[in-house]
């Protein structure tokens, strides 16, 4: 059981920002999320898109713009628990008990939900009892290349994912199968020119026009069938599977917790961020309130005035006083200035 000053649900801009506010003021926090990587919608939608809103950057990127907020949180050491959804929630007196999909728990006064849309999940294929085969040899994403080592895996999928792991994987895989449900790919020209080199010498073999009907084994993936647009059906062997069908956004467990909800987002009060539950936040995209504006720059000034009720619930005992980072020597000890 970990205890900490706030649990903070979702690593996107504002969740990283929230790790900052509530640093400064030193308390810590723990950030859970349930992509393998932090920066949210900015690093999974569009890490290289133009960012023209952020106050004092004329311009940014996803990418830069989730690289500066964590040299802004260095000093603060936080630790992120990646490629891990927050399921359950519990209350234990005036605190929080929280437990993730890898069964970590959390107890603490505070949650800040900072889920954006909510967690990205796979989009799977349409086949019966899948999740069986989750346990075993069929994946979504690549946590360790070694494991596909002198396999033969099929990948499933168009984009960037689906390209960038078969060029990746055929250098250490036995053989790589790649099925698109179209002619054309999505993915950089680049990566899809290179794997059509790696066809020819016969490391990989790009199947077009197939999707996936079924897939044949008790507890692991033994035969994957397919079926052609000309409604041919085919058989192949595999070790292993990899789909990247792309991933879509659900509300998941937090849409279970008993908070007020409108429209999938949280209702919060304006002054603090609080949900209608003591010690339960949300700030960012998920929440909502007359006006709100999905933009980064909110869940900015969101974040702020939550870490302020934070403080009050972590430290009971302490007077809070406001202070500019200007001027204050206690927060410029935190934040490591020389
Ligand atoms: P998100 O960035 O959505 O991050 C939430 C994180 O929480 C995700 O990583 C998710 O995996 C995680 N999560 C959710 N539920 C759970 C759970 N149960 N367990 C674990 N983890 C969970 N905004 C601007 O201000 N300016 C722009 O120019 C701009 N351009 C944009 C362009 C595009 C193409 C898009 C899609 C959005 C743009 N936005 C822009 C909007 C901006 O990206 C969002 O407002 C911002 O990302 C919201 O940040 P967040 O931290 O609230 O949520």
Not at 90 to 112: A, G, M, R, Y
Not at 291 to 311: P, V, Y
Request: aromatic residues 8%; proline residues 4%; neutral net charge.
């Amino acid at each position: 059981m970990i205890k900490t000053d706030a649990v903070i649900v979702g690593a996107g801009p504002v969740g990283l920002f929230a790790v900052f506010e509530l640093g400064i003021m030193g308390l810590n926090a723990h950030v859970i999320d349930n992509l393998d990587k932090v920066g949210g919608q900015c690093i999974e939608l569009y890490p290289d898109k133009p960012i023209y809103d952020i106050p004092a950057l004329p311009e940014c990127t996803g990418e830069s713009l989730t690289k500066n907020l964590l040299k802004q949180i260095e000093p603060f050491k936080t630790n992120f628990h990646l490629n891990q959804r927050v399921e359950k929630l519990e209350k234990k007196n005036n605190h929080w008990l929280v437990t993730t999909s890898d069964q970590v728990q959390f107890e603490t006064p505070n949650i800040i939900i900072a889920a954006g849309v909510g967690s990205f999940e796979p989009r799977k294929p349409p086949i019966k009892d899948i999740e069986k085969f989750e346990r075993t040899n069929l994946f979504y994403s690549v946590k360790d290349k070694n494991k596909f080592k002198d396999q033969i895996v099929c990948i499933f999928g168009g984009g960037d994912s689906a390209l960038d792991w078969t060029v990746e994987l055929s250098k250490i895989s036995k053989k790589i199968i790649l099925i698109h449900r179209r002619e054309e790919f999505r993915a950089a020209q680049h990566t899809v020119n290179l794997a059509r080199e790696l066809e020819k010498n016969g490391k990989v073999e790009i199947l077009t026009n197939y999707q996936p009907v079924n897939f044949e084994g008790n507890d692991k993936i033994e035969k994957v069938v397919l079926k052609h647009d000309s409604g041919e059906q085919k058989e192949i062997s595999a070790d292993s599977v990899l789909a990247f069908f792309g991933l879509k956004m659900e509300l998941g467990p937090i849409a279970n917790w008993g908070l007020d909800l409108e429209a999938k987002s949280l209702k919060v009060n304006t002054q603090n961020f609080e949900t209608n539950e003591k010690g339960i936040f949300a700030i960012g995209d998920i929440c909502t309130y007359p006006g709100k504006l999905k933009l980064i720059l909110s869940g900015f000034h969101e974040s702020a005035l939550c870490a302020q009720e934070c403080f009050k619930r972590a430290r009971p005992d302490e007077k809070y006083v406001f202070r500019f980072t200007t001027s204050s020597s206690d927060i410029q000890k935190r934040l490591g200035v020389k």
